[in-house]
């Protein structure tokens, strides 16, 4: 049973342009969500989280927004830059436990 | 300054063997991890050990035995190799329990393991 789902495999931007990566969950337990990115050859890397309380958190050119309702989360990056092309991870889990549950990831390129 | 490392990187054997990949941080955290990367590229948890203690066995076949001889190290060792333990194997590492917002698992570079 796969609780995060990332149902895009791929995604190619225009360089300059906003990036949106899409992640849903079906578990209404998970009150912690992480997006990581990972290029080739490399571990993830971590990039931002977001906690249930809140529906938007930014961290420079990142930002990511949660829907509890649609149980939902997407990505946002602006502008694109040619070193973000890679693969983004969702994962979830609870507050206080350590077992993350990852999407399939999608492979994000930043067309120049 | 490497945070969590992994050797060896690739791993080539045949079916039947018996390997280990051994996992080491520096980072001072009190939990490590093992995640399999499958050819689907589902990034699944296998173990998690918090000072030295298994927290987390997820139904992994008995043929995986971690072993965590000091908090900065985890090493997995499989018995008997098959064609499916062919993956990417991950070693991570955070403090206990993701409590506040910004708490992140670090990954290693992975171990590529070809089981032939």
């Known amino acids: 049973d796969q609780q995060v789902k990332q149902n895009s495999p791929s995604l190619s931007v225009q360089e300059g342009r906003i990036s949106i990566l899409n992640c849903d969950y079906t578990n209404s337990m998970f009150d912690y969500f992480l997006w990581y990115k990972k290029y080739p050859a490399e571990g993830p890397t971590f990039l931002i989280s977001i906690s249930s309380i809140k529906d938007k958190n930014e961290d420079g050119r990142f930002t990511v927004f949660l829907n509890k309702s649609a149980k939902h989360l997407s990505l946002h990056i602006v502008p694109s830059q040619p070193g973000d092309s890679a693969v983004y991870f969702c994962?979830?889990?609870?507050?206080?436990?350590?077992?993350?549950?990852f999407g399939t990831g999608t492979r994000l390129t930043i067309i120049p | 300054d490497t945070a969590v490392s992994q050797t060896p990187k690739y791993l080539v054997t045949q079916m039947g063997n018996d390997k280990s990949i051994k996992c080491e941080q520096n980072?001072?955290?009190?939990?490590m991890y093992w995640y399999k990367q499958d050819s689907k590229k589902f990034l699944k948890i296998m173990f998690s050990y918090n000072n030295k203690e298994l927290i987390i066995n997820e139904t992994v076949p008995n043929r995986f035995s971690p072993k965590s001889p000091d908090k900065a190290h985890l090493n997995l060792h499989i018995n008997s190799l098959e064609l499916g333990d062919s993956a990417v194997y991950f070693c991570?590492?955070?403090?206990?329990?993701?409590?506040?917002?910004?708490?992140?698992?670090?990954f290693g570079p992975g171990t590529r393991l070809t089981v032939l």
């Open positions: 994962a979830a889990t609870n507050f206080g436990n350590e077992k993350l549950t």
């Open positions: 980072l001072g955290h009190d939990t």
């Open positions: 991570a590492s955070s403090h206990w329990g993701l409590a506040s917002e910004g708490d992140t698992q670090y």
